[in-house]
C-alpha cells in the first residue's frame, strides 16, 4: 500500500493532482478541499489510500491520515465505494463525521450529494461502531461539518486560484455559482463543493 506522496506539485485538475516523485508523476485524487490548499511548483505532502480494482488502480489523496483512516473505514459500510466516501470527506471533516454518526444525525448525512434518507438511516446503523468517538472539541450548537463547509466561498476561490485562474476569474465564478450554494443552504444542507467546482469551471469555460 502507498502510505503516502512526497514531492513537488507538478499539475492540478478539478479532481486531481499530479505529485512527482522520483521523477514519476503520481496522479492523486482528491478532494477540492484538499486541493485549495495545493499549488503547483510547491512541495507536498498527502496522505493516500490505493484502491485496486480488477481494470484499474487508482490514489486517493487526503490532507492528513485521519482523513484516510476515516476513508477507509466508510467503505467497510455496505454500498459506500471510494468516490462516495471521498463525497463524505468533502462536505464534513472526520470528527463531523463521528460526530454525525455518534449522535444519530441524519440530516448530516443527507446533506452529501448521493446520500438519502433511507441510505442514511442504514449508514448511522452500519458505521456506529467502527468510526469510534470525535478526537476534537466541539463548541455548543457548532453546525455538524461547519469546518469543512462555512468557507465554501474560500475553498473554491483557492481551488480556482491554484488551477492557474486569475483573482479576477475566480471571484466571478464563485459569484456566478453563489445561487446554487445559497439554495443548497437555504434547504439546511451543506454547500456541496464539488459540484459548485465542476459549475464554476463550465462557467469559466464558456466564458474563454
Known amino acids: 500500500m502507498i502510505a503516502f506522496v512526497t514531492g513537488p506539485v507538478a499539475a492540478l485538475a478539478p479532481a486531481t493532482a499530479v505529485i512527482e516523485v ?18 503547483v511548483g510547491q512541495e507536498a505532502r498527502l ?3 490505493l484502491v485496486v480494482r480488477e481494470d484499474s488502480l487508482t490514489l486517493y489523496g487526503f490532507a492528513d491520515d485521519d482523513e484516510r483512516q476515516v476513508f477507509e473505514l466508510l ?13 463524505m470527506l468533502a462536505t464534513h471533516t472526520p470528527d463531523a463525521l463521528r460526530l454525525a454518526v455518534a449522535t444519530g444525525d441524519e440530516k448530516a448525512l443527507t446533506a452529501v450529494s448521493g446520500i438519502g434518507k433511507k441510505g ?6 452500519e458505521l456506529k461502531d467502527r468510526l469510534g468517538e470525535p478526537i476534537g472539541t466541539h463548541a455548543p450548537g457548532q453546525g455538524i461539518g461547519t469546518a469543512v463547509s462555512a468557507s465554501w466561498r474560500d475553498q473554491l476561490q483557492a481551488a480556482l486560484i491554484g488551477l492557474g485562474y486569475a483573482t479576477r476569474e475566480a471571484d466571478e465564478a464563485v459569484a456566478a455559482v453563489a445561487p ?12 456541496p463543493v464539488p459540484q459548485l467546482l465542476r459549475a464554476a469551471l463550465q462557467t ?5
Do not use: D, F, W, Y
Not at 508523476?25 to 499549488?39: D, E, F, H, I
Not at 442514511?120 to 446503523?125: D, N
Open 22 to 39: 522520483g521523477g514519476i508523476g503520481m496522479a492523486v485524487q482528491c478532494a477540492p478541499n484538499t486541493l485549495a490548499a495545493l499549488r
Open 75 to 87: 467503505q467497510t459500510a455496505s454500498g459506500v465505494g471510494p468516490r462516495l466516501a471521498q463525497a
Open 204 to 208: 469559466l469555460n464558456r466564458a474563454r
Open 180 to 191: 446554487q450554494a445559497e439554495e443548497a443552504l437555504a434547504a439546511g444542507g451543506q454547500a
Open 47 to 49: 496522505a493516500t489510500s
Open 120 to 125: 442514511a438511516q442504514k449508514l448511522l446503523l
